[in-house]
């Protein structure tokens, strides 16, 4: 099956999306994507969340990017007591990393609640042990506390200091889930921007690409978006006034951010086309399947994005970004 133009700029189209998900578009598979967000663990891990296994070991994960057409990924931890899953220490992604160095790149993630609980932890040296063996950046941080807490200011203070990336996950609200807390419309995230001028921030997760457009309800941060872009959100207005926020494509949030109005999606690409990168996020193990390098693959084919700005979002931003 091969999806239509007509098929194409119809948002949500059925047939679309099944084309992408099987990778049956026009496009080719001459450029490698390089995922900015993956999870993998060395080690089988117990049944959690309703799957039979919460994440890929090395050979699983290995064999969806052969599928997709994805070079290699970023390896990130989830280190925190919302969300803990046992076997990603920073220790297991490095050994990971070692084991197969043409795949994986390795992060690092830090609790801003480590060290004593406190907003003076000296987090800057634990920091610069795991960037000297060779992590990439930090994250992904999920501990639900606010952005504007002194204990994730003195995280963010310590990141731009060592001169890492970091990539958040964020929740609209506590006491529900798990990720960095911002209001409607991202004012922490904008102070925090400001603040730390040097620190890349890759925003991630639905409460962020929520944020394409308005948004008014917790529930509406918390899904997928629908429908076409009908006034430009919180996103756009920051990452026209900051240049240090970073869009992760990863998972359903970011995948379905664009793919909900195609037209616009080009649109977007094309302007923040220095500072959005491809990302999978791939959690599932059992038969896990992204639209994501599908539909991009289709914006080029369909010349709704240029080649140059296929490539920069692919692979050449995170090369440029985390010094592959």
């Known amino acids: 099956m091969e999806t239509t133009r007509r098929e194409f700029l119809s948002a949500g189209s059925a047939a679309a999306l099944a084309s992408y998900a099987t990778g049956q578009v026009p ?8 995922d900015v967000h993956a999870h993998c663990t060395e080690d089988p891990l117990p049944q959690m969340c309703g799957l039979r296994q919460p994440l890929c070991c090395p050979e699983q994960l290995i064999a969806h990017y052969d599928r997709l057409g994805i070079e290699k990924g970023c390896i990130l931890g989830l280190g925190t007591p919302e969300n803990f899953i046992g076997g990603m220490s ?14 994986f790149i390795p992060f690092c993630v830090v609790d801003p609640r480590a060290c004593g609980n406190t907003p003076f932890a000296n987090l800057r040296d634990v920091l610069m042990h795991y960037r000297d063996r060779g992590c ?22 310590a990141c731009e200091e060592v001169g890492f990336s970091l990539t958040f996950h964020m929740s609209p609200t506590s006491g529900w889930s798990y990720g960095v807390i911002d ?16 620190l890349r921030f890759f925003g991630h997760s639905c409460a962020f690409w929520s944020e394409i457009t308005i948004c008014l309800s917790v529930q509406e941060r918390n899904a997928r978006g629908k429908g076409p872009v009908k006034e430009e959100g919180a996103i756009q207005r920051l990452m026209r006034k900051y240049p240090n926020l970073y869009g992760d494509l990863s998972a359903g949030s970011g995948a379905y951010a664009l793919m909900r109005d195609p037209a616009y999606a080009a649109k977007f690409l094309t302007e923040f086309q220095d500072r959005i990168m491809f990302g999978i996020d791939i959690c599932d193990p059992n038969g896990y399947v992204s639209p994501l390098p599908g539909f ?10 240029s080649e140059t700005v296929f490539r920069k979002v692919a692979r050449e931003n995170q090369i440029r970004e985390l010094k592959l």
Do not use: T
């Open 90 to 103: 920073n220790e297991s992604i490095l050994r990971l990393a070692a084991a197969y160095p043409d795949r």
């Open 136 to 157: 990439k950046g930090v994250g992904e941080v999920c501990a639900q506390i606010h952005l504007l807490d002194p204990r994730m200011q003195n995280l963010f203070k």
């Open 296 to 305: 991009l693959r289709e914006l080029r084919a369909s010349g709704a994005i």
């Open 183 to 198: 209001e409607n419309g991202l004012p922490e995230l904008e102070i925090c921007l400001q603040r730390f001028p040097k």
């Open 27 to 34: 496009g080719g598979e001459d450029v490698k994507y390089i």
